[in-house]
T-cell receptor, first 110, second 114 residues
Framework: QKEVEQDPGPLSVPEGAIVSLNCTYS??????FMWYRQYSRKGPELLMY????GNKEDGRFTAQVDKSSKYISLFIRDSQPSDSATYLC??????????FGTGTRLQVFP | DSGVTQTPKHLITATGQRVTLRCSPR?????VYWYQQSLDQGLQFLIQ???????AKGNILERFSAQQFPDLHSELNLSSLELGDSALYFC?????????????FGQGTRLTVV
């Protein structure tokens, strides 16, 4: 079992839709979580990170962590075609490395 | 622009050959991480260096090696290349490990082994 799992998608939604991207994790030792966005042929860029259970909001993006069920979510409101990318959830394992999910490919069509 | 520079952007080489990928971290960052991204495996951690010393190893093949130099740039050496080594190789840097700080990724080197 992978430590961080994501549905690879693709997820296709119309512009303006609310998008929900999800990850599950198995390692209870994970203390905080990150969401990265990766455009085609580019490096991942950090979108958000959150330390604890609950919600964190940044503009149109909301990250949610439920440690009791080991579930991580990223919500995108008013989705735009420019949001079309692969979204990766990740968790640091100690101070050595990030464990990534395989990513969910999102396509927002006009 | 993340501030992490990787060269070259693309590399095409034959099986059995050896290549070197280079990474310059963000100014002031001490940690450099190397990741491999293939279509079916996602981002896989290879190795981390911190201030010139190897700090952690992931699923790095024995044919692969890395080092971090005194100026903090890093090189990833891939030898006896096989078709399956074709992938995107990313370098990331951070200040001092991941505890509370984010990692910044370069644009990657696309390696094609033919």
């Amino acid at each position: 079992q992978k430590e961080v799992e994501q549905d690879p998608g693709p997820l296709s939604v119309p512009e303006g839709a609310i998008v929900s991207l999800n990850c599950t994790y198995s390692n209870s030792a994970f203390q905080y979580f990150m969401w990265y966005r990766q455009y085609s042929r580019k490096g991942p860029e950090l979108l958000m990170y959150t330390y604890s259970s609950g919600n964190k909001e940044d503009g149109r993006f909301t990250a949610q962590v439920d440690k009791s069920s080991k579930y991580i979510s990223l919500f995108i409101r008013d989705s735009q075609p420019s949001d079309s990318a692969t979204y990766l959830c990740a968790a640091p394992q100690g101070t050595d490395k990030l464990i990534f999910g395989t990513g969910t490919r999102l396509q927002v069509f006009p | 622009d993340s501030g992490v520079t990787q060269t070259p952007k693309h590399l095409i080489t034959a099986t059995g050959q050896r290549v070197t990928l280079r990474c310059s971290p963000r100014s002031g960052d001490l940690s450099v991480y190397w990741y491999q991204q293939s279509l079916d495996q996602g981002l896989q951690f290879l190795i981390q260096y911190y201030n010139g010393e190897e700090r952690a190893k992931g699923n790095i093949l024995e044919r692969f090696s890395a080092q971090q130099f005194p100026d903090l740039h890093s090189e990833l050496n891939l030898s006896s290349l096989e078709l399956g080594d074709s992938a995107l190789y990313f370098c990331a840097s951070s200040g001092a490990g991941y505890s509370g700080t984010e990692a910044f990724f370069g644009q990657g080197t696309r390696l094609t082994v033919v």
